[in-house]
């Protein structure tokens, strides 16, 4: 009972410390800046951020949020990366446990994890998906296929290549009925990701989940920018953060059934 406290709160631990390294992911990646260096310093005054600011989470408490030297504001960005890094971290070592198999079955899951986290805070800032996370995810899926905790490798490299085929074949017809370009492909190659992760069943959950959950924003946000109801479909709202939630649904709906919730 005490080994399983200690272990939840080392493996969100761990989860907070990734989150803080997406950070850097998130803002650098989009802006062609090294993710290893220099060291991260205020966008507001340049001053370099010393180790004993960096403590995730409770940094942005101590600081309240702005820079110690010329009190820009700190995004609250920071610290909600790093809480969710360590609660998805936490929930899926709860789901898949660690054993000798499993151990890689767990790394192959929180890199995923931590792929969703950046693709959705990077696509809903700046409209891209960055090919280092969809096909250098796709890549590191690949190769890790064999432990997946549930699919055979067979059926997620058949779901990968299937679930990209099918969307980009898609986006041709949706291009050539309407005339516009509904589908990015940055959106279309991390089908592929999610295909290679989660097999069909992910990339069905994370279709239909982001095109509800899609359309229920998309009407809001329309109606907020008061916009006539023949613009809606114009109204451009970034796909991939939709297309993470529904991902990360089936993940934890798996991770249900396995803990007989
Ligand atoms: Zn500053």
Not at 12 to 19: A, M, N, T, Y
Not at 159 to 173: D, N, Q
Not at 176 to 194: A, P, Q, S
Request: hydrophobic share 50%; aromatic share 16%.
């Amino acid at each position: 009972m005490i080994l399983a406290v200690i272990a939840s709160i080392f493996v969100f631990i761990l989860g907070l410390v990734v989150g803080s390294f997406l950070n850097v992911v998130i803002y650098r990646l989009p802006r062609d800046l090294s993710v290893v260096k220099p060291r991260s310093c205020c966008p507001g005054c340049q001053t370099p951020i010393e180790w004993n600011q960096n403590i995730p989470v409770i940094s942005y408490l101590i600081l309240r949020g702005k820079c110690r030297k010329c009190s820009s504001p700190i995004s609250w960005q920071y610290p909600v990366v790093e809480l969710l890094t360590g609660f998805l971290f936490w929930a899926s070592w709860r789901g898949l446990g660690f054993d000798a198999f499993a151990i890689i079955s767990q790394i192959r899951i929180w890199t995923f994890i931590s792929i969703c986290i950046s693709i959705a805070f990077i696509d809903l800032e700046h409209r891209i998906i960055p090919d280092e996370l969809s096909l250098g995810g796709w890549l590191f899926g690949a190769l890790t296929c064999y432990w997946d905790f549930r699919n055979g490798m067979g059926n997620l490299i058949f779901s990968s290549l299937g679930g990209f085929g099918f969307f980009f074949l898609f986006a041709i017809v949706y291009e050539k009925i309407t005339g516009r370009n509904g589908l990015g492909g940055g959106d279309i190659k991390f089908m592929g990701t999610i295909g290679i992760f989660l097999g069909f069943g992910g990339i069905w959950s994370s279709l239909i989940l982001s095109s509800v959950i899609g359309v229920i924003v998309g009407v809001i946000y329309a109606w907020f920018q008061k916009k006539r109801k023949e613009n809606i479909l114009r109204t451009a709202i970034p796909y991939g953060p939709f297309l993470v939630m529904g991902a990360l649904a089936e993940l934890f709906f798996e991770f249900s059934k396995w803990l007989n919730l």
